[in-house]
């Protein structure tokens, strides 16, 4: 029997996932109405619309992993940008920008029916500047007859357009052998790669919190060690600071020192940011304006940070302007609304003044530990044992159940699996967590634990 859906299976996968680095990503970009979306869905192989968007839900998620011909990659779907505010073109720019920038390789496609539009045209400028490899992928091509408005493309000046019935599949797969030819082998900055090199930061929390000036005040006004140029790295956009006596690598740093010029409709935006940064990111610090109320949006930005299993680090920012009655608000605002990651590091800052910037690098390296740490399984089933022999499991039904052993399946961050004579009661898997946290010292870290029932 298994437990909140867990299945024998994961144990492997998470053994497979720990310590795997990210995938390199393929971005699909072009206007509405291309086809984008029924491709990126031909590309995963299944039907179904990529999370169909409702007005006003912010959709997060951007990238899916794929394979095609025994490769693994991830898809990045720009579907879904809000052009009814920000105007089409900005929102087709805005989306071939961010591509651009977090991607390794980019489809543009084109609708070949209609033939390139102005901002069609515009799109291109924006992905020749940027240099990295494009595919184009000629749309709606369902038939030989087609063919001919495919060659048309020719004249967007990328190359050869790959005529494709994203619909029907005709063509996706020529295409496709031509896009992972674009995509680097990996990712040139894999988990691999980073061991002993610098740790990758995210700095992330929404608009206005401080991140650009903080930024700044760790890198001392722009006394940047590397500003890395493009083309050398997976992104153009990372920086190389220096903190307490090592370096750092900030990622995603563009999207903070760029101001997103868009007003309106930049929510999604730095959202996508968000989730590329983190994709990158070892440990996430989310930085929070604490003269403000803990917000709706900040409470998402710690959930992307939990979720995609990374370090996290929480800067409470603008602690200059906090007054007596302030802070005793704020406080109450944590206990309430980030009552799930008691666990997170914290840390009260000011990037205006400087203050207690000496604690964040203490704080990262805390958590980063926490997130590394593996327990040895003897270790982990003496600990397991007491467990059961002072706090059992309440009887139910004239049952106990007992925790019979466990192993640490993966680290980054730890996963654990216990294997258990029966269903673990919530109460119990909350109990058993927080001890593990204390026994083992997961200061900064996610965990997961996942029960497997002998019968
Ligand atoms: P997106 O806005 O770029 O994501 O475009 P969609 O994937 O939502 O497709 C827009 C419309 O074009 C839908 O009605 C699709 O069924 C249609 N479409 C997409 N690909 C093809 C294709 O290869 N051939 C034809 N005939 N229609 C297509
Ligand atoms: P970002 O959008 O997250 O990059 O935020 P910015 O760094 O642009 O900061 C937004 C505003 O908050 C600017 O006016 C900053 O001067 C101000 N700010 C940032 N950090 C602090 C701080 O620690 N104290 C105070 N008082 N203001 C700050």
Redesign the pocket.
Same mark, same amino acid.
């Given at each position: 029997a298994t437990q909140e859906g867990f299945d024998p299976e994961e144990v492997g996968s998470d053994i497979a996932a720990a310590g795997h680095g990210p995938l390199p990503v393929l971005a699909v970009v /072009?206007r509405? #109405?291309?086809? =984008? %979306?029924? !491709?990126v869905n031909r590309i995963l192989g299944r039907r179904e619309a990529v999370v169909e968007d409702r007005p006003g839900v912010t959709r997060d998620r951007v990238n899916y992993e794929a394979e095609w011909a025994g490769r693994r990659f991830k898809v990045m779907d720009t /579907?879904g940008w809000e052009q009814d505010v920000l105007g089409l073109d900005a929102a087709v720019a805005a989306q071939a920008e961010f591509a651009m920038e977090t991607a390794d390789a980019v489809v543009f *496609?084109v609708d070949s029916t209609v033939g390139a539009t102005d901002t069609d045209e515009a799109v291109v400028k924006l992905l020749r500047r940027a240099g990295k490899p494009v595919v184009l992928c000629a #749309? =709606?091509v369902?038939g030989p007859a087609a063919e001919a408005d495919a060659a048309a493309l020719w004249s967007l000046g990328l190359g050869e357009p790959h005529p *494709? %019935?994203? !619909?029907?599949g005709r063509g996706t797969g020529d295409m496709l052998d031509a896009a992972l030819n674009a995509l680097p082998e990996a990712p040139a900055q894999t988990f691999g790669i980073a061991v002993g090199g610098p740790r990758r930061v995210a700095l992330i929390g929404r608009p206005n919190v401080g991140k650009s000036s903080l930024l700044n005040k760790v890198a001392g006004e722009d006394r940047v060690v590397v500003n890395e140029k493009a083309g050398t790295t997976r992104d153009p956009v990372d920086e190389l600071i220096e903190l307490g006596g090592k370096t750092w690598k900030f990622v995603d740093t563009a999207g903070i020192r760029r101001r997103v010029h868009l007003q309106e409709g930049a929510d999604y935006y730095a959202s996508l940011r968000t989730a590329a940064a983190l994709e990158k990111a070892e440990v996430a610090v989310v930085l929070i304006d604490a003269s403000e109320s803990i917000s709706v949006q900040d409470q998402r930005i710690i959930t992307m940070a939990v979720e995609a299993g990374r370090a996290l680090v929480i800067a409470y920012n603008k602690w200059d302007t906090l007054d007596e009655e302030r802070r005793y608000y704020l406080e109450r605002e944590i206990e309430r609304d980030l009552v799930q990651i008691p666990w997170a590091q914290r840390v009260n800052v000011s990037a205006r003044t400087g203050r207690h910037m000496e604690r964040l690098v203490p704080a990262i390296e805390t958590a980063i530990a926490g997130w590394e740490t593996r327990v040895p399984t003897g270790r982990l089933n003496a600990f397991l044992g007491e467990i059961v022999a002072s706090h059992p499991h309440p009887v139910r039904g004239g049952k106990q159940p007992r925790i019979l052993f466990g192993t640490q399946a993966g680290t980054k961050p730890p996963r654990f699996v216990l294997f258990a004579s029966g269903f673990l009661e919530a109460g119990y898997r909350r109990f058993v967590e927080r001890r593990l946290r204390e026994e083992f010292s997961f200061a900064g870290t996610p965990i997961h634990i996942s029960v497997r029932v002998r019968e």
């Open positions: /072009g509405p #109405n291309v086809g =984008k %979306s029924t !491709l /579907g *496609v #749309n =709606k369902d *494709v %019935s994203a !619909l029907h």
